[in-house]
């Protein structure tokens, strides 16, 4: 296997680093309270990215980087043709691929082969920082597309590939995590990025919930889009899908096959569709 020295060396022990200090955090301040078991979930997500792990490494990052050598050589894609200077350059990389990855997780909701897939992330039934690597191969497999084309479209370079993933990839851990941030702060990180309570309302069983707050990054692309909604409180929050609320049924063996057996439609188990008033704040609600 090539190596990726900055992934490798660099962006791998810092994310594990980073999914342990969350790990601690929200055992020591938890947002949500969780209702099922912390250890049954850890093993069960942990085993359940298994393959998604292998992917990224073999085939989701050695792809695009191939695809964006490629790119550069032939002088293809928007940012090898604007003669930006570096530090532009970062950030149009930055806003760029975030706002695609909007779009493509907005697809991963909308479109429904990749709903199949995505569903088994969505249907974990607590949300916490191992939710962050609970993500079914086929959808690591379809985001390998995504990401060649994105990467081709707009001129990114390896380099800012990587680091744009390092970055992808910390971001995802921070807002799936059950850290209890102290609200003045988490309204201030929320000007700018994604937090977990942001987050944590996108994990609702309440579909339009769902279908809001689709941002990784930067949350301004929900803004811009009318997606973005901070007016549910946290402990009103129930975490996961409609239609698969029994632990029995999201056991590994079925949660691997999930994607290729007939989709329920999102109704409660007593057939209820699950609702909630709309409120106007627009302030994150604690
Ligand atoms: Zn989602």
Redesign the pocket.
């Known amino acids: 296997m090539p190596k990726i020295p900055l992934m490798d060396y660099i962006g791998r022990p810092l994310l594990a680093c980073m999914f342990l200090a969350l790990l601690l955090l929200q055992w020591r301040f938890p947002l949500r309270r969780q209702h099922f078991s912390m250890l049954h979930r850890l093993v069960r997500n942990f085993v359940l990215s298994i393959p998604g792990f292998a992917i990224v490494r073999l085939a989701m990052l050695p792809i695009p980087l191939a695809v964006a050598m490629w790119a550069r050589e032939r002088h293809i894609g928007l940012l090898n043709w604007l003669p930006l200077p570096g530090w532009a350059a970062v950030i149009a990389t930055f806003l760029l691929m975030d706002y695609a990855y909007w779009w493509w997780?907005w697809a991963?909701?909308m479109i429904p082969i990749f709903w199949r897939f995505?569903n088994v992330?969505?249907t974990d039934l607590d949300l916490d920082v191992t939710t962050a690597a609970r993500f079914h191969f086929g959808e690591m497999i379809f985001s390998i597309g995504f990401l060649s084309l994105a990467v081709t479209i707009f001129g990114i370079t390896p380099l800012m590939l990587v680091v744009f993933f390092i970055t992808f990839e910390a971001c995802t851990l921070f807002h799936h995590s059950n850290w209890r941030l102290p609200i003045k702060l988490e309204r201030i990180l929320n000007l700018i990025i994604v937090t977990p309570r942001m987050h944590g309302i996108?994990h609702s069983i309440v579909q339009r919930e769902?279908n809001s707050n689709?941002g990784t990054i930067f949350c301004w692309w929900d803004k811009l889009h009318r997606t973005l909604r901070r007016d549910v409180p946290q402990d009103a929050v129930i975490i996961g899908v409609a239609a698969y609320r029994e632990e029995q049924e999201l056991t590994l063996g079925k949660l691997f096959a999930l994607p290729f057996r007939q989709q329920r439609a999102w109704r409660l188990p007593n057939g209820e569709f699950p609702e909630r008033p709309v409120r106007s704040a627009d302030e994150l609600a604690e």
């Open positions: 997780h991963n909701h995505h992330h969505h996108h769902t689709w």
